[in-house]
């Protein structure tokens, strides 16, 4: 039988955060995402070697900083049933509010927080089916 590429589920694109604090990192993302572990192991000296967790439908990976792999960070999109309950469990979680959960022109509600590592988390609840000429009048709209 031959091996499958892309594991079953995982996704093609499968962000990597490397951060300073990876346990803690792990327990923000429990929290403010309901992530879920599905596994991780130790490198020397105390460091997270690597973990994968679940969110969704989707699979994320980290480990914490190396030498050779300093922190980074990322933006992430992370959509979700209910925008304005996960903002307010991120908020909770530790994560600094950027913009707070409100109906975007594109048919998306979107919330932002920061994590304490820098990542930014936009969370977002699709709520409008908008086709793309009506989003560009909206935008253009928006603008004046």
Do not use: C
């Not at 589920?9 to 995402?33: C, H, M, Q, R």
């Not at 969704?56 to 209910?82: C, E, F, I, K, W």
């Amino acid at each position: 039988m031959a091996v499958k590429p892309i594991p079953e589920g995982y996704n093609t694109f499968t962000p990597y955060f490397v951060v300073e604090g990876a346990t803690d990192f792990i327990e923000f993302l429990k929290k403010a995402f309901g992530a879920e572990e599905m596994y991780r192991f130790p490198a020397p000296g105390g460091k997270l070697g690597h973990a994968e967790l679940r969110v969704g439908s989707s699979v994320l990976m980290l480990a914490d900083t190396t030498p050779d792999y300093p922190a980074s960070r990322m933006n992430a999109y992370l959509y979700v049933p209910d925008v304005d309950a996960t903002y307010k469990k991120a908020v909770a979680a530790g994560g600094q509010s950027k913009r707070e959960p409100a109906n975007q022109f594109y048919g998306d509600r979107v919330g932002t927080v920061v994590d304490r590592w820098g990542n930014t988390w936009s969370i977002g609840t699709h709520v409008e089916d908008v086709a793309p000429d009506e989003m560009e009048r909206r935008m253009k709209a928006q603008k004046k």
